[in-house]
């Protein structure tokens, strides 16, 4: 990947992404090790002190595909609330694992599946959990 941004996640988050790592099946490795790679570059501090820029879980994120020319807006969720949540992206889908930390104004280069490659810029965070004292959601 030739731009990785310093990301910042949520220790809770990390300690669930963890789990959902560990529990991944042979289908889901791909993200799973992507992921992984992240949790283990990430800065992880507790939930009061992420900042209101950084993207979390439950986080609704606006955001741009630059590949593709698209702007899309969607709440990063864990796979058990994808189908309770009406813009939900699963943080073990290749998109969602890439937002997980970033910043507003961040740009990152990550693999998909099929060996192409996404570029994405966060562009605004719409709802966040953290700035909304809701630290363990």
């Not at 992507?34 to 986080?59: T, W, Y």
């Not at 630059?66 to 702007?71: D, E, K, P, V, Y």
């Amino acid at each position: 990947m030739s731009s990785r941004p310093p990301i910042i996640i949520n220790r809770l988050d990390a300690e669930r992404l963890q789990r959902l790592i560990d529990a991944a099946s042979d289908r889901d490795r791909f993200v799973a090790d992507l992921l992984e790679a992240e949790l283990e570059r990430g800065e992880v501090i507790d939930p009061e002190d992420i900042p209101e820029d950084v993207v979390s879980m439950n986080s609704q994120v606006q955001f741009t595909d630059l590949t593709r020319g698209r702007q899309m807006i969607r709440t990063l969720v864990y796979p058990h609330a994808l189908a309770a949540t009406e813009d939900g992206l699963s943080v073990m889908a290749p998109i969602g694992a890439s937002l997980i930390g970033l910043r507003i104004g961040d740009t990152i280069d990550w693999p998909l599946p099929d060996g192409g490659e996404a570029t994405l810029r966060i562009d605004a965070i719409l709802w966040q959990p953290e700035r909304e004292g809701q630290f363990h959601r």
